[in-house]
């Protein structure tokens, strides 16, 4: 099996998550399990997030639902905090070649 990839079932009992909440997360789309030979894998690229899910709803008590909509609106702050600092660095350009401008 590829390097990248972690057994679900290994990943729950080492954790302590019921499998059946790592179901409901691909069910709702939030994470992407892939099955080979009838065995559920991971991609360790995935256990950021998942680890996150498993707070909130562990921790928080966020059900799937809400974890759904949290992620969502991390991510949209997400894209909009780079749009932001794109537009920052976009003045800070701006502003130098006006100052050099009336420096002339």
């Known amino acids: 099996m590829q390097a990248d990839l972690i057994i679900v079932r290994e990943y729950c009992q080492k954790s302590h998550v019921d499998p059946s909440f790592i179901i409901s997360l691909e069910e709702d789309g939030l994470i992407d399990i892939q099955v080979v030979d ?6 360790i690229s995935q256990l950021r997030d998942l ?6 709803h562990e921790d928080l008590s966020v059900n799937i639902e809400g974890i759904g909509v949290i992620h969502e609106l991390m991510g949209r702050m997400h894209d909009m905090q780079q749009e932001l600092d794109q ?3 976009e003045v800070r350009v701006f502003r130098s070649h006006y100052l050099n401008y ?3």
């Open 38 to 43: 009838g065995e559920r894998y991971l991609s």
């Open 51 to 56: 680890e996150r899910f498993v707070h909130w």
């Open 87 to 89: 537009l920052r660095r």
């Open 102 to 104: 009336l420096d002339e």
